[in-house]
């Protein structure tokens, strides 16, 4: 089974849900760090949905629009993989061409957040070093197998969020 949550927010986003993923109404819950507070949400309170799940997502509403294909037509490729990865990216081939440059120009604000979580120490590693022009998934539409989910939310998402939401300095002027 996989167990993907996809968002919801508005009655326009609402109306493009996919019966195969499980609603998530974010109509009242958004914050400055929207679908990072819906994946710990689900990984705090919904444990019982995806712990015995083989892959664990949170999709936006806009998952058909923009990827072109069904739930049932995304379970099946993975199925016909035969559940053979621990992550699956889904980025639409659409929106490949965003990488033109290198992510130093390209992700200006999101390379100096990096540097800012670096200094703090806040993470057990080192962000950077990484040569974006290969990284292609510009959206948030990813499939993880259940274990790989826990570890991310407790050891990398939870932490940053809570540091994160002390922000100061250099660091609130790059988050507003």
């Given at each position: 089974m996989i167990s993907a949550w996809q968002i919801w927010f508005d009655k326009k986003s609402q109306g493009y849900l996919d019966d195969g993923f499980i609603p998530y109404d974010n109509s009242s819950k958004c914050t400055v760090f929207f679908e990072n507070s819906v994946i710990l949400d689900i990984w705090r309170?919904?444990?019982?949905?995806?712990?015995?799940?083989?892959?664990?997502?949170?999709?936006?509403w806009q998952f058909g629009v923009k990827a072109r294909m069904s739930s049932s037509e995304l379970f099946n490729k993975v199925y016909d993989d035969g559940c053979s990865k621990q992550v699956y990216l889904l980025t639409p081939k659409?929106?490949?061409?965003?990488?033109?440059?290198?992510?130093?120009?390209?992700?200006?604000?999101?390379?100096?957040?990096?540097?800012?979580?670096?200094?703090?120490?806040?993470?057990?590693?080192?962000?950077?070093?990484?040569?974006f022009n290969d990284c292609k998934n510009f959206c948030n539409f990813w499939l993880c197998r259940p274990d790989l989910f826990e570890e991310y939310c407790k050891e990398y998402l939870e932490p940053l969020m809570k540091w994160m939401s002390c922000a100061t300095g250099e660091l609130k002027r790059l988050l507003e």
């Amino acid at each position: 089974m996989i167990s993907a949550w996809q968002i919801w927010f508005d009655k326009k986003s609402q109306g493009y849900l996919d019966d195969g993923f499980i609603p998530y109404d974010n109509s009242s819950k958004c914050t400055v760090f929207f679908e990072n507070s819906v994946i710990l949400d689900i990984w705090r309170n919904k444990k019982r949905l995806w712990i015995n799940s083989e892959y664990v997502g949170v999709l936006s509403w806009q998952f058909g629009v923009k990827a072109r294909m069904s739930s049932s037509e995304l379970f099946n490729k993975v199925y016909d993989d035969g559940c053979s990865k621990q992550v699956y990216l889904l980025t639409p081939k659409q929106y490949m061409h965003l990488c033109e440059t290198t992510h130093n120009r390209s992700f200006k604000s999101v390379v100096d957040v990096g540097k800012l979580i670096n200094a703090s120490g806040v993470l057990p590693f080192m962000l950077g070093g990484y040569d974006f022009n290969d990284c292609k998934n510009f959206c948030n539409f990813w499939l993880c197998r259940p274990d790989l989910f826990e570890e991310y939310c407790k050891e990398y998402l939870e932490p940053l969020m809570k540091w994160m939401s002390c922000a100061t300095g250099e660091l609130k002027r790059l988050l507003e």
